[in-house]
């Protein structure tokens, strides 16, 4: 199975700005013919949908309300990876945020997502 992994993540000052990367454990994989999905779990709270990147129509991408205008994702295909850009960040942003990828049109639901990175810490404090 190809795992997704995320770098990136660290600590940002309220306001601050972070980026993280997702490429594939196997050059082979593409994330460009793939709807790329970046997930967030923060302490105490279940699995949030955060953005998403499809494969078609050259790049749509869809956001979650509550980092809308601040994140945002975009694949650099011939790096073969996918970024998300996190900007203007919020204490309750504190998560550990996964990359995930499928071979269909994107989805908001985890369940629908059959590749997955282990996951990077994003810690935001004021």
């Known amino acids: 199975q190809v795992q997704l992994i995320e770098s990136g993540g660290g600590s940002a000052q309220a306001g601050g700005s972070l980026r993280l990367s997702c490429v594939p454990s196997?050059?082979?994989?593409?994330?460009?013919?793939?709807?790329m999905a970046w997930f967030r779990q923060g302490p105490g709270r279940e699995r949030e949908f955060i953005a998403a990147?499809?494969?078609?129509?050259?790049?749509?991408?869809n956001y979650a309300n509550s980092v809308k205008g601040r994140f945002f994702t975009s694949r650099d295909s011939a790096k073969n990876t996918v970024f998300l850009q996190m900007n203007r960040l919020k204490l309750d942003d504190t998560a550990v945020y996964c990359c995930?990828?499928?071979?269909?049109?994107?989805?908001?639901?985890?369940?629908?997502?059959?590749?997955w990175g282990r996951g990077a810490q994003v810690t935001v404090s004021s």
């Open positions: 990147l499809s494969t078609s129509g050259g790049g749509t991408s």
């Open positions: 995930a990828a499928r071979r269909r049109t994107y989805s908001r639901a985890s369940n629908h997502y059959s590749y």
């Open positions: 196997e050059r082979t994989f593409s994330v460009s013919n793939m709807a």
